[in-house]
């Protein structure tokens, strides 16, 4: 598809931002592909997802400058929305998205990265919202998720300098989970899209769901009350009786441990 492209491995689907003569910044028509691509991953058989860039420079280098120096007020708004729209759709995405940062992850390339539900990158990456010396404010949720992620003194300081930060003050912070040599990123992050996918897949879907439902909660008694729903919801599901019988098995006689190969529910 245009300037996504779309693989799938076993129950791992990889998303790959294909536009590297421009660090595969983010212009509508990559927007619109990235959507397009989203919205047909096959959930019931892909378990989880991978997103990273072409090359291995840039994971994204941000939303297309050329693309939003002529906007006026009401079209960037436009814009910003379409961003966030799909963002918002890759965040509350029902099977884990990870994104695989093997490069410049600036902008609205880390906002992307920001919308998966966690980060892996490799050493040569780079992180930033260079907005504020652009003239604008991030514009794809970098000032909401940035903020949620890090603490908002952190993310404030890296948006009010428009500093960019390498990938092992990146992984300080708590931007980022692990840092890899660059050949090694995708290998990594499709180890452990795997073990995710090995996992009981209506217990992982709710877990997503309980962690960002809960944390857009104001208190911990609104919180717990959407984990109860969800921890509700596992039984008598395939996974919640085989994992436990599983389990109980090995109880009896540890020679009997199985890895439960889960069906999709
Ligand atoms: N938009 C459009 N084109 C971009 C781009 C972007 N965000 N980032 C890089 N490119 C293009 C360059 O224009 C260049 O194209 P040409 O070869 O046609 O000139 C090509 O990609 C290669 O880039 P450079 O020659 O600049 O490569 P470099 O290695 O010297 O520098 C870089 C790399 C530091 C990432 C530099 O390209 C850069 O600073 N890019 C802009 C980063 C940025 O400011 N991103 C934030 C955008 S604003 C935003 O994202 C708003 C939002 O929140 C929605």
Redesign the pocket.
């Not at 994204?60 to 939003?68: L, N, P, Q, T």
């Not at 930033?128 to 907005?131: M, V």
């Given at each position: 598809m245009g300037f996504v492209d779309y693989e799938v491995e076993g129950a791992v689907g990889l998303v790959t931002i294909n536009r590297p003569?421009?660090?595969n910044?983010?212009?509508s028509a990559v927007l619109d592909d990235l959507k397009a691509v989203i919205e047909g991953v096959d959930t019931k058989t892909v378990r989880c997802l991978i997103i990273t860039g072409a090359g291995d420079?840039?994971f994204?280098?941000?939303?297309?400058?050329?693309?939003?120096s002529t906007l006026t007020k009401a079209e960037g708004e436009a814009?910003?929305k379409k961003?966030n729209d799909l963002f918002l759709e890759i965040e509350s995405f029902p099977i884990p998205v990870i994104a695989a940062v093997n490069g410049?992850a600036?902008?609205?390339?880390?906002?992307l990265a920001m919308s998966c539900d966690f980060r892996l990158a490799s050493e040569n990456a780079?992180f930033?919202?260079?907005?504020a010396?652009?003239g604008?404010?991030?514009?794809?949720?970098?000032t909401q998720r940035l903020a949620r992620l890090i603490g908002p003194g952190m993310a404030k300081q890296i948006i009010y300098t428009?500093r960019?930060i390498k990938a092992d003050e990146a992984k300080r912070i708590g931007l980022v989970n692990e840092v890899y040599p660059q050949a090694e990123l995708i290998p990594a992050a499709k180890k452990l899209a795997s073990i995710i996918a090995g996992n009981a897949p209506i217990a992982v879907r709710n877990c997503k769901k309980a962690i960002n439902e809960g944390l857009a909660k104001n208190t911990t008694a609104e919180a717990v009350q959407v984990e109860e729903k969800l921890f509700g919801d596992c039984f008598e599901s395939y996974g919640q009786k085989e994992g436990m019988a599983n389990f109980l098995r090995k109880k009896d006689d540890p020679k009997k441990v199985k890895h439960v190969a889960f069906i999709d529910e």
């Open positions: 003569k421009a660090l910044a983010l212009n420079k840039s994204v280098a941000g939303a297309d400058i050329g693309e939003m814009f910003g961003g410049f600036l902008g609205g390339g880390n906002e780079v930033g919202q260079p907005e010396g652009l604008i404010t991030p514009g794809f949720g970098g428009a960019n």
